[in-house]
T-cell receptor
Framework: DQQVKQNSPSLSVQEGRISILNCDYT??????FLWYKKYPAEGPTFLIS?????DKNEDGRFTVFLNKSAKHLSLHIVPSQPGDSAVYFC????????????FGTGTRLTVIP | DGGITQSPKYLFRKEGQNVTLSCEQN?????MYWYRQDPGQGLRLIYY???????QKGDIAEGYSVSREKKESFPLTVTSAQKNPTAFYLC???????????FGPGTRLTVL
């Protein structure tokens, strides 16, 4: 049973525009969320995280929004760059520092020059 | 240069054989993890270890075994009991009390 879902397997965006990647979760006990970026044949790289006590966290071009009532989070990348082309995974855990991260299936972002 | 190394990058094995995947980290991290990724699926936790000589099963531990004799090393053995071992295997580590897991480059295992 997939507790973290990324319903869009792929997304294409023009360079310079905004990329919005979405993630939904079913378990209301999740209280910490992370986004990872993965290039082919490499391990995922941590991008940004958010605790359930916040609804927004920003780091440079990357912003994560959390809507707890809708059990939905999104990652905004502005402006998008060709180097952002990768697979993006969202992950959730029950508490910060918890051992088990529950991952979504990923969204492949392609930024078109 | 601190990081996590996994070897080999590509691994082939014949059906019925056990195979061990290496994971080493020089980040002085306490906890280490093994995940499996299949096409179209998220990462699924196989085993994790919070301290030396201790490890716990994750969601899909059947057919796998691990050891944690040193803080830096967390090898994963894929046994012949694993019904569908062909996958991309990722090792990760984390400092206790911190949230971020850092991943190695992965090993792609193919069973022939």
């Amino acid at each position: 049973d997939q507790q973290v879902k990324q319903n869009s397997p792929s997304l294409s965006v023009q360079e310079g525009r905004i990329s919005i990647l979405n993630c939904d979760y079913t378990n209301s006990m999740f209280d910490y969320f992370l986004w990872y970026k993965k290039y082919p044949a490499e391990g995922p790289t941590f991008l940004i995280s958010i605790s359930s006590i916040k609804d927004k966290n920003e780091d440079g071009r990357f912003t994560v929004f959390l809507n707890k009532s809708a059990k939905h989070l999104s990652l905004h990348i502005v402006p998008s760059q060709p180097g952002d082309s990768a697979v993006y995974f969202c992950a959730a855990s029950y508490q910060t520092g918890a051992n088990n991260l529950f991952f979504g299936t990923g969204t492949r972002l392609t930024v078109i020059p | 240069d601190g990081g996590i190394t996994q070897s080999p990058k590509y691994l082939f094995r014949k059906e019925g054989q056990n195979v061990t995947l290496s994971c080493e980290q020089n980040l002085n991290h306490d906890a280490m993890y093994w995940y499996r990724q299949d096409p179209g699926q998220g990462l699924r936790l196989i085993y994790y270890s919070q301290i030396v000589n201790d490890f716990q099963k994750g969601d899909i531990a059947e057919g796998y075994s691990v050891s944690r004799e040193k803080k830096e090393s967390f090898p994963l053995t894929v046994t012949s009991a694993q019904k569908n071992p062909t996958a991309f295997y990722l090792c990760a580590s984390r400092i206790h009390g911190k949230d971020t897991q850092y991943f190695g480059p992965g090993t792609r295992l193919t069973v022939l």
